[in-house]
């Protein structure tokens, strides 16, 4: 696995030497230093998401800063000899390093170390310290300190057409002999964003005064330096920046704040303290220890959790924002929030759940315009849009590019309704974690109660066979939008889908019974919402439609009419066929006519549910239901499955975890690799895929260790991997911090003093019910022989 | 009482006929329909706080609708005969009627009958409807609807000569046929706010297209409209205005969103009945059903809860905004964020404790800006500023003017450091009442210490007599800023602010001990508070110095010594002495040369705590305390308070509820006064004082009940004034709803169902403990003979 890294990595001309973990024997390992394969930008981090056309945008460049000498040959390792070229993220402590030896024509040899963080204390604040020696020789270097809002968004080559330059100057200017500031504003949404940068030189631990030549021009602001440099003396830059939007809360407009707080900034150290105790508080709440003897999954797990740490975190709980698909890294998908929370807030309500509640926000604030996306599209109800951006309108795209083929081709991936049960799945497993009655009366609630709405509307009744259908949808499965050589895109009965729709409809009636009583009555009132429309509900919840062909659910309606492909012949001429789909287009062929999957469609639902929900879902709806139903339709789908998803390895890896822990771990592994490793081939440069990198902690934290809850009851059943000797991490629920540690034969619980209201909390681990007080610890001999 | 109201409001001009209030014997009154005298704006509500030059700055007219005749004569009561006016506010619906009948010199009358709301559900939209009727003729009218964005801030006569025109011209357009668009900038603080506006005409209920003139000039466009008006036939025109800032979440950019808003907006009726179900469940929330046979208490307390839940609603907790001391009715103090939350959140938190939580965030959000203020002065900790707007800085004036002598004199309020301690006590107190420790965690625990750690730094250890002193403050009583003759502003040891200080630093260690163990640990961290940082903390709260003299607490040290004033004398010489520092500074003289006070300071000591609180804070500091203390107090510095401050009846009503009955029902009817009469003498007119409001509302929550919490327990011990058959409402505490019905001698307690995780609630009601279970009744005889 290192090794495949290390192509990677040494592909992307970065070096591969990793440091040695840190760790103290009393508190387990902390996350090592780790390599920056994926993490090579530090960027929006800091604004948060600047909406532009509904993309991303980045913000003003704040790094700037190169080097040349008095006759002005610069060292930039793309022009000078590179002697040595290293960097390297230290996950633990959010610090980016490089260090470089560059060798110019003339033989003169810069040794430059740069070390540089986004503050994760200091919202506002970023900064970087180079240090310069120069081996072997004495002179003057020009260094060039800049602010460059002249970037455009750049980072995914198949966008590269479409308009990509967003920012409009508004002022450059000087606040002081080391200041400058930069204001630019985005050209449609006029956003404004400014930026301070305070540069300074320090020569053995001294601030000096160095020459310095202000530039300034459109969207451009610079301080060029004259340093002396003598060999064997190095000299160090510091450059702290304060950038601040208009849409930041607490300022009064952005640029005075920006310049007041970079010109009061503390220095380098202080900054990079007070970040580094931050992050290591971060890492106590969000943590996974892990004894893995033979891989490194303990290190890919913690990059994982760093980026889901920077990209959610309470500094982004403080702005309305969403999660982004490719987290706050690149710029595939402009930005956009798809689905992915379903995969990421387990995480984060589990460790932080304000974190959750702030999120869910974002999609609370949007409601109003999904019940206008439901009504424009003759439905009632809220619609929530596949692929949300600013204003909760939808976002997805009607056409995109097959690189394959060089077509572009009509999309459809917008009738990807199921995002509505997602989202209803999201507030209530948040609610079922925190009991956070005020956000249930204040959003949940209502928000599910429209969500259920929508799915009623969206049947239509068939009374012949009095069922209820659901048609003109897509799952998750994309590579089914349609029948073949149908008019119109769109499926009929999606059982992911229609289960989903039931679920939600179920929980619906949950929310109306754990309600205040006003509040219940009142939203009633509100939502117009009758005892006959509740009515419809329930016989909507009996009776929707669920296909079935070969003892097996089928994906959608029709699926078992569809052929069968040649799975060994596409593997054979094209290796990789993970986009099956741009393959078959290419060919002339489409995937509508086969019986294959991008990622787990129907599997979803076992990823989602415990069996015995299944079952009752199933029952409900009248339909026969065996023991053996979920694992054939397991089988059946996986041999049809092409994994072009990065969330289909998490979403398989789950469902084996308890019948198959050999398989489980290796589809673990593979979603392990998917951006370390760049398994789609290009794609991680364009932003990692936070779902992904949220499922795998998701699978060490929920389903290797069985936590689940269940009728307010915490329920703890785990089945360790063989690879995992030792396991330990905390959770939070309901407000009760519990410390697990978890090995192969035992768990030991601690429910910690948390000073709240003292309650026993009710518990089922490994089936036996128990009740534990604050304080308590408990020690479970698991009993269950290892393989 | 009603006759004062009605020579008020003739005096300016309304019609006082008062409407039949609706009420059901089954569910209590509901607030009746009340007469505007307060509140004749609907203004800036709609986009919450804009602020520029750190003033409340309003935003475009929204309003205007004008009428004339074919030959230019205007119908408007300025210029036109009067010959009916009559405005209306329904507190219970929240719309606004004005009914006019005027006739122009050439005889023709015309009827005007106007509903307007500034709607609560739809929060960016607002709503009027004219309907306009010919009386005994028929003719042309020529209509002019208009966004008019040519205001400026001229609410307070007073600042006047400060700039006042805050508003640049960005964009003026029609986005169809009926609908105008106005978009105007912020000058300094460049926030952009939209306005659409789409004007429909409906006679006889159907849609009609009239002609219609645009008209678009700088910060200002209208439609002018020809109606053709016959005797008998009434018209109707409906004005739907939709408003953004580039403030608001969820939205793309202002401009777009508003055109889309209105354009896509239901009709009047549709907005209004979705409005006035809102403000039906915000009554349902809020209300206090109240039996007073005498007076109107009832319904005054409604016109406050009104103006509550104007200032803070759902809306606003959407809002990075604090509560401005004159709630979002009036200019005065700018928009400036006191400490008024200190008498609002009590209100609040036991009825929509989410809002507290919303508002207590705009304090957390500036804790950084806090912490610097405190850097800036000297001291450590976090000092929050007396006055507060967008940025967190201190926004108080240095210079005011004193409009009796015509002077600018020296304002040294800024040293009213007390208010660093109102924000930690509205921080415990949401704790007390909700529990809600996620807020704990993530804000409030850190404000709490910062705030306990800035009163530690600002004390000076007296060796001598081995007491902390805090030294250069001023008392929430503004009359005293200093000592007579003294070169240097503010006071040595303000009894209210040193036992204030002391209670913080207790609570500070409560803090501490209630948070999960991991979180305690890391807030040190953070803080860097050492063991010996906290072992001073626990001496200052020790050794604080507080004064005494004549047997009572002094107000600030040197009190005793000041000169008597002749009260009688300045009474028959002034009338009202509301204001004495004014007559005084007039006179040549000052108010720090005597015993008085502007209003409660040291006696605001026994509003905020019980008398085993303020005995355990004097005891803990090694003073002799005995039951007459409080009582000699009170009587002290009451005999010696002009109640320059609407605030003042509060506090002096709260403190006899228990004492002296008849005197504290006579304070709280004056508190009940304050702006429904005006007593200031035209304050009223530049802002409503919401603190005070809020105070009248929440002496009859807590404190004619005697509700309060008490170690995890919730107190309730009731002293109904004789004047109250009957008290009915519901109280929020720990996520359990409460319904209490208190009569004379009688006390019903119900605690509502509400689905939560069910479990005893520990109450202390008259002396008695009890546990009562979710669902569960209780009747209490209170036994108490009524005087």
Redesign the interface.
């Known amino acids: 696995m290192i090794s495949r890294i290390s192509r990677n990595l040494q592909r992307r001309n970065f070096a591969t030497r990793g440091a040695a973990p840190e760790s103290s024997p009393a508190q387990g390992h902390y996350p090592g230093t780790y390599i920056a394969g994926t993490y090579n930008r530090l960027r929006s981090e800091i604004a948060g998401r600047i ?1 532009e056309n ?1 993309s991303l945008v980045n913000v003003p460049s704040w790094l700037p800063l190169s080097f040349a000498t008095d006759d002005g040959v610069a060292f930039h390792p793309d022009t000078t000899e590179v002697l040595d070229h290293r960097i390297e993220l230290d996950l633990r402590r959010g610090v980016l390093t490089r260090r470089s030896r560059l060798r110019e024509p003339s033989g003169r040899i810069l040794a430059i170390t740069q070390r540089r963080f986004v503050s994760v204390r ?1 919202p506002h604040l970023a900064a970087v310290e180079c240090t310069l020696a120069a081996e072997g020789w004495s002179g003057r270097l020009l260094v060039t300190s800049a602010l460059d809002g002249r970037v455009t968004n750049d980072g995914v080559a198949r966008y590269r057409s479409l308009p990509s330059d967003h920012l409009r100057p508004v002022e450059e200017c000087f606040a002081d002999e080391q200041t400058m500031c930069l204001e630019v504003e985005t050209s ?5 964003i400014a930026e301070s940068a305070r540069t300074r030189v320090f020569a053995d631990g001294e601030l000096v005064e160095v020459p310095r030549r202000p530039q300034a021009e459109p969207r451009y602001v610079a301080h060029h330096l004259d340093l002396d440099l003598v060999d064997g003396r190095p000299v160090t830059i510091e450059k702290v920046v304060a950038v601040f939007t ?2 930041d ?5 952005p640029h005075r ?1 920006s310049e007041r707080c970079a010109t ?1 900034a503390a220095d380098f150290d202080e900054l990079l303290d007070r970040h580094v ?2 992050w290591a ?1 971060a890492w ?2 969000s943590r996974i220890d892990l004894d893995d003897p033979v891989d490194d999954t303990a290190r890919v797990l913690d990059l994982h959790v760093f980026h889901l740490l920077q990209t959610t975190s ?1 500094n982004t709980a ?1 702005l ?1 924002v969403g999660v982004p698909a490719r987290g706050l890294h690149g710029e595939a998908y402009r930005g956009h929030v798809f689905w992915d929370e379903l995969f990421i807030f387990p995480f984060l309500s589990w460790r932080v ?2 974190l959750t ?1 702030a999120l869910l926000r974002y999609r609370a ?2 409601l ?2 999904a019940r ?1 996306l439901a009504r424009e599209a003759g439905y009632r109800g809220a619609m929530y849009p596949w692929q949300s951006a ?3 309108r939808e976002e997805t795209q009607t056409l995109h590019l097959n690189p394959e083929s060089g077509r572009w081709l009509p999309d459809a991936s917008h009738l990807q309704r199921h995002i509505d049960a997602a989202i209803a799945y999201e507030v209530w497993s948040y609610w079922q974690v925190t ?4 956000f249930m ?2 959003w949940g609630a209502e928000m599910m109660l429209e969500i259920a709405r929508f799915w009623v509307s969206a049947t239509t009744y068939d009374r012949l066979r009095d069922r209820y259908d659901i048609v003109g949808v897509v799952g998750p499965d994309e590579y089914h939008e349609g029948y073949p050589g149908a008019d119109e895109p769109g499926l009929r009965n999606n059982a992911y889908t229609n289960l989903m729709a039931v679920w939600c409809v179920c929980r619906a009636f949950d929310v109306l ?6 509040r219940r009555r ?1 939203l009633l ?2 939502l117009a919402l009758t005892q006959e429309e509740l009515d419809r509900w329930g016989d909507v919840s009996r009776k929707m439609t669920v296909c079935f062909h070969d003892d097996v659910i089928s994906q959608f309606e029709g699926y078992g009419d569809l052929e069968e492909l040649d799975w060994e012949s596409y593997r054979s001429r094209y290796g990789n066929i993970g986009r099956l789909d741009r393959i078959l287009e290419a060919e002339g062929d489409t995937p509508n006519r086969y019986k294959l999957s991008k990622q787990a469609d129907t599997l979803m639902l076992f990823y989602l549910f415990s069996a015995e929900e299944v079952q009752q879902l199933i029952e409900r709806l009248g339909y026969p239901y065996d023991a053996d139903l979920i694992p054939r339709t397991i089988s059946y789908y996986e041999a049809r499955t092409s994994h072009g998803s990065t969330l289909s390895y998490v979403v398989h890896a789950w469902l084996h975890a308890r019948g198959d822990r050999r398989q489980a771990w290796d589809l673990f592994r593979q979603a392990l690799l998917a951006d370390v490793a760049d398994v789609q081939g290009g794609t991680t440069a364009e932003g990692i895929h936070l779902g992904a990198m949220a499922g795998t902690v998701d699978l060490v934290q929920r389903c290797f260790t069985g936590i689940e809850t269940r009728h ?1 009851r915490l329920v703890i059943n785990p089945v360790l991997p063989d690879e995992l000797d030792r396991l330990h991490f ?1 959770v939070t629920y ?2 009760n ?1 519990i410390d697990l540690t978890f090995t192969a034969d035992r768990l030991v619980v601690q429910v ?6 003292a ?1 026993p909390i009710p518990m089922e681990i490994a089936g036996t019910a128990h009740r534990l007080q604050p304080g308590e610890r408990l020690e479970v001999d698991l009993a269950r022989p290892r393989r």
Chains 1, 2 share one sequence.
């Not at 809360?249 to 407009?253: L, P, Q």
């Not at 019974?513 to 006003?518: F, G, R, V």
């Open positions: 909406v509904e200091d449609d949404s006029h956003i404004r208009s849409r809360d607490g300022i009064y407009e704040e009061g105790l931050t508080h106590n709440r309470k403080e309305d759940p304000e509640r604030r949007r109003d315009q206008g600013s204003n909760g009991a956070d009655l005020e009366r204040f019974a754990l309600l205040p009583e006003q009142e009132e509100k307010d905390q309901r407000r911090t910690l003093s948390d000073g709240d209201e309650r």
